[in-house]
């Protein structure tokens, strides 16, 4: 008995722990989200304090709905204070708390849309081009596979800094500055690396039966590939494609040096110009811009994590 308390006890410990490293990881978070719904003059008296408008927003939405007819002094877009009561009070205190939001995102848009672009071309073409050579390089028998296979998985080990000059000097030779293959051909070329690795251990664990069966019915290696590896390939393609897409969403030295053109910058990029523009003057704007980044990879955690779990566990890093 003493036992198992003492093991509860630990358990408890430990929980605690982990839970309040949890909490650390969120303090910058809460900080940008916080400090979005606020104006400047709020941040300069006082710098963790809860937003004014949010909290008229509470106070408005309570007299709302139980029907007081309080009067609400509410900022406008211009800097005066309005009077308003019920629903208006509400409304207004709605308008004035989001305003970084609206502002910060007519010059986000264009930013997510390039992000979405060039995060969509480099995840199917890594996807595609890296389980076909695993395929191969998997089910093939042919001299020197291995050897193919090891000089491949042996280009991880060379540091992303020391390819940067020769990987520019290919793309502007090419004639592919401000464009949007400048991001997304090197994107591809540098994702085969470990999706090949991953693919290529998953699909040395499929069972050769299956393969065996499907060539005496006449299937060949492309039709066997379409209706036999991909649909079992489902959990270390979510693996695959979420790396890809966490890593191009976050990478902004690349798309900065690539694309002089502000028509092309994607959003970490496009965070820094706005960073050293006129909306370093509004925090409010600055720090609605970078959660509203966020959103998309919190999206993406939401509803990735299940499938990204399922496709580690089932093999999708078996070496």
């Known amino acids: 008995m003493t036992g198992d308390r003492q093991r509860r006890a630990r358990d408890l410990a430990l929980m605690l722990c982990i839970g309040a490293f949890g909490a650390l990881t969120l303090v910058p978070f809460?900080?940008?989200?916080?400090?979005?719904f606020r104006a400047n003059y709020e941040m300069d008296h006082a710098f963790f304090g809860f937003p004014k408008n949010l909290n008229g927003l509470a106070r408005a939405s309570v007299a709302a709905v139980s029907g007081s007819e309080t009067v609400f002094r509410v900022e406008t877009d211009a800097g005066e204070l309005a009077e308003a009561t019920g629903w208006d009070a509400v409304g207004r205190y709605w308008h004035a708390a989001t305003k970084g939001y609206r502002v910060s995102w007519g010059s986000l848009r264009p930013f997510m849309i390039n992000t979405f672009v060039v995060c969509g071309a480099t995840t199917l073409g890594v996807v595609m081009l890296g389980s076909i050579s695993a395929y191969l390089l998997s089910r093939y028998r042919f001299y020197g596979s291995r050897l193919i296979f090891y000089f491949i998985i042996s280009t991880m080990m060379f540091p992303a800094a020391l390819t940067l000059v020769p990987s520019f000097m290919v793309v502007r030779n090419l004639g592919l500055l401000n464009t949007y293959w400048a991001m997304v051909l090197?994107?591809?070329?540098?994702?085969?690396?470990?999706?090949?690795?991953?693919f290529k251990g998953f699909f040395d664990g499929l069972p050769e039966e299956l393969f065996e069966?499907?060539?005496?019915?006449?299937a060949g290696h492309f039709r066997i590939y379409l209706?036999?590896?991909l649909p079992l390939s489902k959990p270390v393609l979510s693996v695959?494609?979420?790396?890809?897409i966490l890593g191009t969403w976050n990478n902004f030295l690349w798309p900065f040096i690539v694309n002089t053109d502000g028509?092309?910058?994607?959003?970490?990029?496009g965070l820094y110009?706005?960073?050293?523009?006129?909306?370093?003057?509004?925090?409010?704007?600055?720090?609605?811009?970078?959660?509203?980044?966020?959103i998309p990879l919190l999206v993406l955690f939401t509803y990735a994590t299940k499938p990204f779990v399922r496709g580690v566990t089932s093999g999708a890093f078996k070496a």
């Open 227 to 229: 209706d036999i590896v």
């Open 30 to 36: 809460a900080f940008a989200l916080n400090n979005s």
């Open 213 to 218: 069966s499907a060539r005496i019915d006449g």
């Open 263 to 269: 028509r092309y910058h994607v959003i970490a990029s």
């Open 240 to 244: 695959v494609a979420i790396m890809n």
């Open 273 to 294: 110009v706005l960073a050293t523009s006129n909306f370093v003057q509004n925090y409010s704007c600055l720090f609605a811009a970078y959660m509203t980044a966020s």
């Open 186 to 198: 090197p994107y591809i070329a540098g994702g085969q690396v470990f999706a090949t690795f991953v």
